[in-house]
T-cell receptor, first 112, second 116 residues
Framework: KQEVTQIPAALSVPEGENLVLNCSFTDSAIYNLQWFRQDPGKGLTSLLLIQSSQREQTSGRLNASLDKSSGRSTLYIAASQPGDSATYLCAVKGTNAGKSTFGDGTTLTVKP | GAGVSQSPSNKVTEKGKDVELRCDPISGHTALYWYRQSLGQGLEFLIYFQGNSAPDKSGLPSDRFSAERTGGSVSTLTIQRTQQEDSAVYLC??????????????FGQGTRLTVV
């Protein structure tokens, strides 16, 4: 059974800092990994999707990496802004595709 | 529509009543997923539809839960004889495909269900 862990559970940084969020998974036989953000009381917004054959994906100030063999992914946020404050979730889709297993998220607070 | 649409956005129901939650996926998306997010907990998979294939119902917590997808588009999640532990946010997502390159999942805003 796939298990997904996100560390830290919460993070508070001053505006402008670069930061890294971590996601680890127990079964390396994955189809893809997707990062989301969730604002309070809202649904999930897709940030980046990394296919199992890829090592990283970039979108604006966000860069996500994937190391399947070690069961790890990181989300790097450059020059953080207060608007980045949200909960960040990673989701791993198994090789049979279909459902994804989610981590519990990292709640990020960026202070002005 | 432009995104995944869920209705109602909020639902309060009495214990023992049946409820229906609706999901309108992005037009053309063949894969549709239901998840549940309970207070202070992570997202829990419920059910997955892919085209005309038999749905993956492995996440449904009890036989009080059922879902259907009509015409490969709109989906309805039905909870019979609701219990207080059913209180949660029910999230629907869709993707262009279930396998291959186009599996990026897009989520709706969710339906917050409260059972009193």
């Amino acid at each position: 059974k796939q298990e997904v862990t996100q560390i830290p559970a919460a993070l508070s940084v001053p505006e402008g800092e670069n930061l890294v969020l971590n996601c680890s998974f127990t079964d390396s036989a994955i189809y893809n990994l997707q990062w989301f953000r969730q604002d309070p009381g809202k649904g999930l917004t897709s940030l980046l999707l990394i296919q199992s054959s890829q090592r990283e994906q970039t979108s604006g100030r966000l860069n996500a990496s994937l190391d399947k063999s070690s069961g790890r992914s990181t989300l790097y946020i450059a020059a953080s802004q207060p608007g980045d404050s949200a909960t960040y979730l990673c989701a791993v889709k198994g090789t049979n595709a279909g459902k994804s297993t989610f981590g519990d998220g990292t709640t990020l607070t960026v202070k002005p | 529509g432009a995104g995944v649409s869920q209705s109602p956005s909020n639902k309060v129901t009495e214990k023992g009543k049946d409820v229906e939650l609706r999901c309108d996926p992005i037009s053309g998306h063949t894969a549709l997923y239901w998840y549940r997010q309970s207070l202070g907990q992570g997202l829990e998979f419920l059910i997955y539809f892919q085209g005309n294939s038999a749905p993956d119902k492995s996440g449904l917590p009890s036989d009080r839960f059922s879902a259907e997808r009509t015409g490969g588009s709109v989906s309805t999640l039905t909870i019979q004889r609701t219990q207080q532990e059913d209180s949660a946010v029910y999230l629907c997502a869709s993707s262009l495909a279930g396998t291959g390159r186009y599996t990026e999942a897009f989520f709706g805003q969710g339906t917050r269900l409260t059972v009193v």
